[in-house]
């Protein structure tokens, strides 16, 4: 590809992008750098997908003013986009991620190179910027290009953009070559309301030596648009009416990948350089013929649009999970799972490749184009790369079975002369073997099948809403009395469960032994109620039964295509694994032969934390003593709970300590080793931890992390032994430390006396914490930075309430804390003498109004005070005024716009009190405007308002009110 480059075009890929930014960033625009494509502040977009996501603040006008973005005049950027779907991702076609591989232009994933100005300039410039660097930087021809502005919309008094038009007339565009476009194609709007303006698009005719006017925006493969250009200039009102702003906006978006196809004269974004490293690589993974650039009924074999499929997919996942997306079945991370599933399946039909570390293995290339530029897939590789694998190899147990199973029902399906398959069948193949919906229709269009839709939602729903119930019935597990295990002693065709496999990846085939159900054991589930509760019986089990702290887990025990049980809990009573949960199809019946699938997604964040677990009672020991003694534990798929003998509370310094200790370990990544060792010799073990007072079997589990059990036993009392974490532990643990990646420790209590708790996560949740406590510390640097007054005052008290609420490193929320603490003192001080500044002027107020010569003989004043709506101030004055001034009446106000609050109060002169007059009827006349409340006894009477617009009415009213009693 590089000689072709070489040879053809200068335009390699990467030439294209540094172009477009050293471009803008000669004429004045600051580079930023692209924001991530999963926006977790903002849970109203399910992906970023457009350029302008990230300068939302600025649009809006809610930029933090303390902010870099509060400065920034103008930008350019390359930012990371998917469109993949999804009810949230607003501006993607739900079908974008089904066309994908289809055609030459639609990718998941794409890069958005734009430029933006904040006021700093508007369509003259912008127009200018476009033409000069599409002509004369990029060099294309000008006839190949046609420009669109908007041509107004009388529904919606809308007028044309003429202005945008003559600016394209004076940049040299023929007249013929600027066309006028519709609301759809030619104005832009961020939502139902805030800002929008007229766009102006710039399309390019591939084919070149005719006029392609009438081929804009027609969907011809050959004049399409490559850039647009977006003038804000209003905003939508509530009302829907359309206000001019008073800082105009430039916003403009031109795909990447489109560029680059258009400079090195391909006619498909996937025969660039973006692509064909991509596809060589595949090639040598695979072993396939090139990529021939193949469509439709042309691509006979479907080799390339797999080529296409697996190269767009690939790119989508690697910068998906390098930004914190981690497959599962929620949100975002289901829109990842079906993007990997659908690739892995087209990886495996086409390119004939086991499925379980396919997609990691082309990693390193898309890292090698492109993490210059985005250097955070550099540093996720590793993890980006083992997150990858697990889910293969979690898809690649169901894989065959859910085909085998999709073949049945579409041969049912044309058996019946039917030609749609049925909408349960497909719910059955996404909820049994993970198959998203747009996988299992592909598969049906390659037989010439459809989908019922309509269906699939009603067995959706069906589904939905007996899961609610099921719920229910699990409250209480299933449980085995010392009566029911006497029966199963009795039984001879029930024998206690062989859980070896649950040490092991991967299904199992098993028998069902017994069916227990009330206290009842049964010799099919048929007569067990609908969403009914029971436990079945296995002679071999993989599903690891809750025990030594570890939590159970879940999963389905299934006959392909007739009978799913759900596991939702797995407990053991003296030998026999009760598997527990309810029938969501078909029956079971003894001896019926079934398939075990435990949830390994949720098992391997468990195995996370349980290796976890012994690293941290390891540091424990050696940052605290030997006098460490277990006292309980809890391992669970979202966070790691352990109980130990300790007098005191751990200091942040060894808190840090046991964190920085537990993170070597891990970083370390070293093999973790388990055997089943004879008590006695266990025992003798150096260092070895086992809880005290708990009763182990013989021979005992021994697991030892970093140091091989052969070498151990070889001489079991070696002191060396003491430096090494090694357990007596039934529970399933990870092969190597480096797949925990880290420990954090989030909580750190006292719960008896004598006995403290710690509470940590690993893993991705481990990621999770400190990516929240990162951006928390923003929070609380623009907080420190903002100006006082009532803005950072009620920031603070935000920020207090997220502090308390935060679930981050123990040791980061005490030093969140402490600067916390420094920043509120600083608040409350300022607040102090902001508090004298403003009493001592409200004072200054009344004294110097009635000390003037021409007020000598006043009795009353109604004033506006110079300062906000200062409570306190407004109390202390009228303190003043009944210690020092109590002959006088007074009413005074004082408003904060901002605030949207009103401070006032009165003192009435006993002299005025005789005449009928009352400080809280003064004071109600006056809350009648300005809203709120006032009270008080006696002379004086304080209140509160919300309508400081009304201060000036108010002050007429408390004056009508004394002229009633002819003052």
């Known amino acids: 590809m590089a000689s072709e480059l070489q040879g053809g075009s200068k335009w390699s890929s990467k030439t294209v992008r540094d172009t477009f930014l050293q471009f803008f960033q000669k004429h004045g625009h600051t580079f930023v750098a692209s924001s991530p494509v999963a926006p977790l502040s903002d849970p109203t977009l399910l992906f970023t997908n457009a350029g302008m996501n990230q300068f939302k603040s600025i649009f809006l006008g809610t930029v933090n003013p303390n902010s870099d973005f509060a400065q920034l005049k103008s930008a350019v950027n390359s930012q990371k986009c998917i469109r993949a779907g999804g009810k949230h991702n607003v501006s993607a076609n739900a079908s974008d991620l089904d066309d994908v591989g289809k055609d030459s232009y639609h990718h998941t994933f794409f890069e958005m190179l734009g430029n933006w100005s904040f006021g700093d300039y508007f369509k003259k410039e912008a127009i200018h910027y476009s033409w000069e660097l599409l002509t004369q930087v990029y060099g294309l021809d000008p006839s190949r290009l046609y420009v669109t502005y908007f041509e107004g919309n009388e529904e919606g008094r809308l007028e044309p953009d003429l202005e945008a038009k003559e600016l394209w007339r004076a940049a040299g565009v023929p007249e013929d070559h ?59 009102e509530t009302d829907g009416t359309l206000r001019s702003l008073p800082n105009k906006h430039v916003d403009t978006g031109m795909g990447f990948e489109r560029l680059v196809s258009v400079l090195q004269d391909k006619s498909s974004n996937y ?15 695979t072993g396939a013929r090139e990529y021939q650039g193949r469509f439709g009924t042309d691509d006979s074999d479907g080799l390339d649009t797999a080529y296409r499929v697996v190269a767009d997919h690939t790119r989508t996942l690697m910068f998906a999970i390098s930004d914190g997306v981690v497959p599962n079945n929620e949100g975002r991370g289901y829109v990842i799972r079906r993007v990997l599933r659908r690739g892995a399946r087209y990886a495996r039909k086409y390119f004939g490749v086991e499925i379980g570390n396919f997609f990691s293995k082309i990693v390193p290339t898309v890292v090698d184009q492109l993490g210059g530029m985005f250097p955070e897939l ?42 749609k398959l049925h909408g349960a069948d497909v719910w059955r193949l996404y909820d049994t073997f993970g198959f998203p919906v747009d996988l299992t229709r592909i598969m049906a269009e390659e037989r010439g099948l459809e989908i019922d839709d309509v269906q699939f939602e009603e067995a959706r729903a069906k589904a939905k809403e007996a899961s609610k119930g099921q719920k229910k019935t699990t409250s209480g597990s299933v449980k085995l009395d010392v009566h029911d295990l ?16 649950k040490f092991q990846k991967g299904n199992i085939t098993a028998q069902v032994k017994a069916i227990y159900h009330e206290k009842v054991f049964m010799s099919s589930t048929q007569d067990i109620p ?65 398939i075990c699938e435990y949830d390994e997604l949720r098992r391997w964040p468990i195995r996370n934390n349980h290796t976890g677990t012994h690293i941290l009672n390891f540091a424990l020991k050696e940052v605290l003593g030997d006098g460490i003694e277990q006292k309980g534990s809890l391992v669970s798929s979202e966070k790691l709970r352990f109980d130990f003998s300790h007098k005191s509370a751990i200091t942040d310094a060894d808190l840090t300590k046991i964190e920085d200790l537990s993170t070597q370990y891990i970083r370390r990544n070293c093999q973790v080793y388990s055997q089943d060792v004879p008590l006695a010799t266990a025992r003798k073990i150096a260092g070895v931890r086992a809880v005290f007072g708990e009763t182990y079997p013989d021979p005992v589990r021994v697991v030892s992390v970093g140091a091989e059990l052969k070498d151990i036993l070889e001489n079991p009392e070696d002191p060396r032994w003491e430096n090494v974490s090694i357990e007596f532990c039934g529970g399933t643990h990870v092969q190597k430390t480096g797949d925990i990646k880290d420990l954090i420790i989030i909580e750190e209590s006292g719960i008896a006396k004598g006995i403290r708790r710690i509470i940590a996560v690993t893993g991705e949740d481990a990621h999770e914490v400190q990516r929240i406590a990162a951006d928390f510390e923003n929070r609380l640097n623009d907080l420190e930075t903002m100006p006082s007054g009532p803005a950072k005052e009620q920031t603070a008290k935000q920020v207090q309430v997220e502090l308390n609420q935060l679930s981050i490193s123990a040791v980061q929320k005490s030093k969140f804390r402490e600067k916390f603490t420094q920043i509120n003192k600083k608040i409350v001080d300022e607040q102090k003498a902001q508090q004298k500044i403003e009493s001592k002027k409200a004072l200054e107020s009344i004294t110097s109004y009635f000390e003037a010569p021409e007020n000598a003989d006043k009795s009353w004043l109604i004033a506006k005070l110079p300062i906000s709506a200062n409570a306190k101030a407004v109390s202390e004055s009228l303190n003043y005024i009944k210690t020092k001034l109590a002959d ?52 004086t009477s304080i209140g509160n308002g919300i309508n400081p617009d009304k201060v000036d009415e108010a002050i007429d009213l408390a004056s009508e009110y004394l002229r009633k009693f002819k003052l």
């Open 378 to 419: 550099k540093h996720k590789q590793q993890d980006v790369m083992e997150i990858l694998d697990e889910e293969e190899l979690s898809f690649a147990k169901t894989l065959d079975r859910g085909e085998r199973q999709f073949e049945q029902y579409a041969q049912q399906a044309k058996g019946a002369g039917n030609h």
């Open 486 to 501: 006497g029966k199963l002693e009795k039984m001879n065709d029930v024998p206690k469960t062989d859980d070896n496999a």
């Open 530 to 594: 609908d969403s009914a509760q029971f436990g079945v019986i296995l002679d071999r089990t993989n599903f690891y039964a809750e025990q030594g702290g570890q939590e159970n887990d879940t999963g389905r025990i299934t006959i392909d295509g007739k009978a799913e049980l759900e596991v939702v809990d797995v407990q053991v009573f003296a030998g026999y694994v009760l598997h527990t949960g309810y029938m969501k199809y078909g029956s079971f019946t003894v001896d019926d032969t079934v």
């Open 888 to 939: 006088k009446s007074v009413y005074v106000l004082a408003s904060s716009a901002e605030e949207g609050r009103v401070a006032h109060g009165c003192h009435m002169a006993k002299t005025m009190s005789e005449q009928g007059a009352s400080a809280s009827e003064w004071a109600a006349t006056v809350s009648r405007a300005v809203g709120g409340k006032a009270g008080g006894k006696g002379p």
């Open 271 to 285: 025969d660039t350089d973006v692509f064909t490293p991509i596809f060589e690589t595949i090639q040598k993974i």
């Open 178 to 236: 600027i066309l006028p476009g519709n609301m759809k194609d030619n104005f832009w709007e961020m939502g139902d309301q805030g800002p929008c303006g007229p766009c102006s698009e710039i399309h390019y005719d591939r084919v070149g030596g005719r006029n392609a006017a009438s081929l804009v925006n027609q969907d011809d493969p050959n004049v399409l648009e490559i850039w647009n250009n977006v003038f804000i200039q209003y905003n939508r």
